[in-house]
């Protein structure tokens, strides 16, 4: 029982990844926002890879919708706990221009 309390939350949130991750690849950004946003709600833990992932996609959706104070809050959060992420760092510095050209 207390494995099935960890892993249920683990199973759903992946499972809205996936979901998010293909409402992406069919320019659904906002949807996917949602699942990602489903996704990192359903776990208890912040930090993890898979959440960091989330977080990371969900900053990708945003840049696509031309949201770049919401797509830096979320690459922020991934280079908190994964300051070496290069994806993050690189996508940090385009957010960062895309708000300062505004």
Do not use: W
Not at 4 to 18: F, G, H, I
Not at 61 to 88: I, W
């Amino acid at each position: 029982q207390k494995l099935a309390t960890l892993v249920q939350p683990y199973q759903y949130a992946l499972s809205r990844k996936e979901q998010g991750n293909a409402m992406y690849k069919e320019s659904r950004f906002e949807e996917a926002i949602r699942a990602y946003d489903e996704a990192i709600a359903g776990m208890p833990c912040h930090s993890t890879d898979l959440a960091l992932n989330c977080f990371a996609n969900r900053a990708a959706c945003y840049q696509q919708l031309r949201e770049p104070e919401s797509a830096l809050r979320d690459t922020m959060h991934v280079l908190r706990f994964d300051p070496d992420n290069v994806k993050a760092l690189a996508r940090k510095q385009v957010y960062e221009q895309a708000i300062a050209d505004r």
